[in-house]
Antibody, heavy 127, light 110 residues
Framework: QVQLQQSGPGLVKPSQTLSLTCAIS??????????WNWIRQSPSRGLEWLGR?????????DYAVSVKSRIAITPDTSKNQFSLHLKSVTPEDTAVYYC?????????????????WGQGILVTVSS | QSVMTQPPSASGTPGQRVTISCSGS????????VYWYQQLPGTAPKLLIY???QRPSGVPDRFSGSKSGTSASLAISGLRSEDEANYYC???????????FGGGTKLTVL
């Protein structure tokens, strides 16, 4: 059974960097049949996909246009986890942040989008 | 404003069948699968339907999904009080090169 455990601060000051970590059990961050994602949810923006990392003989990533200039998602294979770094935050970045898995079939096609989720962390951006 | 459009609310009585729609475009629903999620208050979304009409194990067959053109629907038959939740659709968008969500539909069981 796959489990995702999130950790990180619940309060970040404006202009600083928001950093969260998602620890994976029951799967591998390096699996070639998965991608590891960050999603956030706020009353004003609803559910918003932020980006993903994946390993296919080398690491790749994709980021949402809305945050592309400020985001980085990085893997830590030694701890089997991945992290979100969102810089220059403003109060508009206040949201519940989730990590989630995407699974691909044996031919490399998307099969299950966000089949496992972390518990979510409310991050408030405020001084 | 969400890329895909859902009605903000829906309702039904116990035992009834309700449907929730999701309208997109050629770059998302029109060329990719649709996924549906159920979110209970204070919890993470749960995958209900994948690849437009497939149910993960453990999801009751009361839930079903369909897709036609640039629209999709989630149907819930034999409505139960525990189905009261928010429901979201999602799809990959080729133009945006990312995942897009609908704005969500709050289902009330009367």
């Amino acid at each position: 059974q796959v489990q995702l455990q999130q950790s990180g601060p619940g309060l970040v000051k404006p202009s600083q960097t928001l950093s969260l970590t998602c620890a994976i059990s029951g799967d591998s961050v390096s699996s070639i049949r998965t991608a590891w994602n960050w999603i956030r949810q706020s009353p004003s923006r609803g559910l918003e996909w932020l980006g993903r990392i994946y390993y296919r003989s080398k690491w790749g990533n994709d980021y949402a246009v809305s945050v592309k200039s400020r985001i980085a998602i990085t893997p830590d294979t030694s701890k089997n986890q991945f992290s979100l770094h969102l810089k220059s935050v403003t109060p508009e970045d206040t949201a519940v942040y989730y990590c989630a898995r995407v699974a691909y079939d044996t031919t490399g096609h998307l099969e299950r989008l966000f089949d496992y989720w972390g518990q979510g962390i409310l991050v408030t951006v405020s001084s | 404003q969400s890329v895909m459009t859902q009605p903000p609310s829906a309702s039904g009585t116990p035992g009834q069948r309700v449907t929730i729609s999701c309208s997109g475009s050629s770059s998302n629903i029109g060329s990719n699968y649709v996924y549906w999620y159920q979110q209970l208050p204070g919890t993470a979304p749960k995958l209900l339907i994948y690849r437009s009409n497939q149910r993960p194990s453990g999801v009751p067959d009361r839930f079903s999904g369909s897709k036609s053109g640039t629209s999709a629907s989630l149907a819930i038959s034999g409505l139960r009080s525990e189905d009261e939740a928010n429901y979201y659709c999602a799809s990959w968008d080729d133009s945006l090169s990312g995942v897009v969500f609908g704005g969500g539909t709050k289902l009330t069981v009367l």
